[in-house]
Every structure is written in C-alpha cells, then in structure tokens.
C-alpha cells in the first residue's frame, strides 16, 4: 500500500475475508460503519478513501485467527502493518478507534499501543471514525452514541473492562459525535 493512497476495495476484501465468516455481526457492524464513512466522504475531504477504509477495517483485529493479545485495536492494527504493510494513518486510525488508548489502560496495555501506533494528529479523522464507530450498531444499522454507549455496557456489564472504559470515554466519544455533527449540518448531503 502507498503512504497516500488507501485502496476501499482491497480494505472491504480484507475486512470481509477476517471477519465475514467467522464473526458476520461483527462483518455486519463494520459494513454499517463503512456505509456511516461514505455519509462524511463530502468533510472528510481528500481523506474520504482512508476514512473508508479504516470504518471497514476498524474490528478486523476481533477476528479468531488474529487475536494474539485479545485487544481488538491492537492486534488489527499488528495484522495490518505487518502482513499487509497497510498505510501508517490508516493503521493507526484501527489502532486508536474509539478512544482505544483508554481501554488500553484498563487492559495494561496503554505504554505498548501507543508506542507503537501513536495517536493520529488530525482530530477531524479521528471524530469521524468515532462518529461512524459509535452511530452504529452491532448489526449495522444506524443509532445514536448515547444508545450505542448503552447497548454496549448492557453488553459486556458496567463493571467489566470494556464497560469500565466505554463509560469512561463516553464524555469523549459524545463531544467527538457532536463536532462531527457540526459538520455535517455544515455540509448536507
């Protein structure tokens, strides 16, 4: 892959080809967060394709044959840069969706995520995966943060690592859907 360039078809091949069989909702959730992406092709500018990709990809570290350290984030993101030697940004936007350095902490593994995938510096690509991430369902269907925040404590219990960490970084992941929001009443469709 080129450092500029991110190609859609060959991250939806990828996605599909980790996760289609093995784990369809989570295929499904990654297939709505990439058609959620295609609604910010017009904020998203020039990174419209890397947005894209990385919606697609984002969960692909949740597949079985992937999962070294059980960190989805971070196993993605592994399995991105070294059999696929993906584009950096695009691998690291996998690596910290979603305010994943917060889970990290909980998980012990905040030291090696971000030393090895430092965050991305353009908070406009970062919001914009949150907000696709966090505005779609396990099923792929469009949602609001504050109910896919709930779906998931519901999920995983308040007191587990995730729910510890989604309730943790909700204050962030809603402030994130809201400046997204911003901008898309900024630029309708």
Do not use: K
Request: hydrophobic share 45%.
């Amino acid at each position: 892959m080129g450092e500029s360039i991110v190609d859609t078809r060959w991250a939806r091949h990828v996605a599909e080809t980790e996760l289609g069989q093995v784990l369809p909702r989570r295929w499904a959730h990654s297939r709505g967060v990439a058609h959620a992406a295609a609604r910010l092709a017009a904020t998203a500018g020039d990174d419209a394709n890397l947005l894209s990709a990385a919606a697609v990809l984002h969960d692909v570290g949740y597949a079985p044959r992937l999962a070294v350290t059980g960190f989805h984030p971070l196993d993605g993101a592994r399995f991105l840069r070294d059999e696929h030697q993906a584009d950096e940004r695009l691998v690291r936007l996998v690596a910290n969706h979603s305010f994943a350095l917060l889970e990290a902490e909980e998980r012990g593994l905040r030291d090696v995520l971000e030393a090895e995938f430092p965050l991305l510096g353009d908070e406009r690509l970062v919001d914009a995966l949150v907000w696709c991430d966090m505005t779609t369902t396990p099923f792929g269907e469009p949602t609001t943060a504050q109910e896919r925040v709930a779906e998931i404590v519901g999920r995983y219990g308040a007191d587990s690592v995730v729910g510890r960490f989604i309730r943790r970084a909700s204050p962030e992941i809603f402030a994130a859907v809201g400046r997204v929001e911003v901008a898309l009443a900024a630029h309708p469709r």
